[in-house]
Structures are given as structure tokens and as C-alpha cells.
């Protein structure tokens, strides 16, 4: 069975700082492609970040380069999302998902997901 399981969201400042973590199992971790998405109220989810399976290749969208630190541990089959400078506008669930093969920004390329973990930064 395949399990994909976030943790770490919380409520910050503005200007603060939450690492989310996404264990998974039930699969050969380092085949899976792992990428973080979020939706805020209202608004339809978006990719935040995804990082390929064996090179360590990352990817950001515009909003959260320079802030936002994606990496994995394969021992661990654990992939962290450090994010740093939070905004008000990063408050949203953030979800975990994880895909064979290559890395992809769309939601719709992703096969598993977790339930997702809420994030809410103050001003």
C-alpha cells in the first residue's frame, strides 16, 4: 500500500521560517519524482516546488525561489520542503506528491498524494 504522509505545517510570522516533511512508502522511493503543491482558499492548487528522483534536480515557481529549499533523503524515503521569509501569501494546504520517473510541475502528472498539512503565516 502506498502511503505519502506530510507533517510539519503550523502557523508562523511573516518573516519566519517551517520545514514539511513527506515520508513515503509502499513503493521504490528513489524511482518517484516528489513535488510539493498548495492551494490557498479560493484558488486552484499550483506547483511549489519538485525535485527528480536520483540527479537531485529542483525546480521552483517564481513566488517562492530564493525563499524555499526542496531536498530529499532516499535513506529516509523523506522528502523536505524548508521554507524561509514566509509570507502571508503562503498560507494554503500543502500537499505531497509523488510520481514515477521524471520530475513535473502539474498536478496532473502525479499519481500519489498525501492529505495534505495547513500552513498559515501571520502578518
Known amino acids: 500500500e502506498v502511503q505519502v504522509v506530510e507533517s510539519g505545517g503550523g502557523l508562523a510570522q511573516a518573516g519566519g521560517s517551517l520545514r514539511l516533511s513527506c515520508v513515503v512508502s509502499?513503493?521504490?522511493?528513489?524511482?518517484?519524482?516528489i513535488a510539493w503543491f498548495r492551494q490557498a482558499p479560493g484558488k486552484e492548487r499550483e506547483g511549489v516546488s519538485c525535485i527528480s528522483r536520483r540527479d537531485g534536480s529542483t525546480y521552483y515557481t517564481d513566488s517562492v525561489k530564493g525563499r524555499f529549499t526542496i531536498s530529499r533523503d532516499n535513506a529516509k524515503n523523506t522528502v523536505y520542503l524548508q521554507m524561509n521569509s514566509l509570507k502571508p501569501e503562503d498560507t494554503a494546504v500543502y500537499y505531497c506528491?509523488?510520481?514515477?520517473?521524471?520530475?513535473?510541475?502539474?498536478?496532473?502528472?502525479?499519481?500519489?498524494w498525501g492529505q495534505g498539512t495547513q500552513v498559515t503565516v501571520s502578518s
Open positions: 506528491a509523488a510520481r514515477f520517473g521524471v520530475a513535473g510541475i502539474w498536478d496532473y502528472e502525479y499519481d500519489y
Open positions: 509502499g513503493f521504490t522511493f528513489d524511482d518517484y519524482a
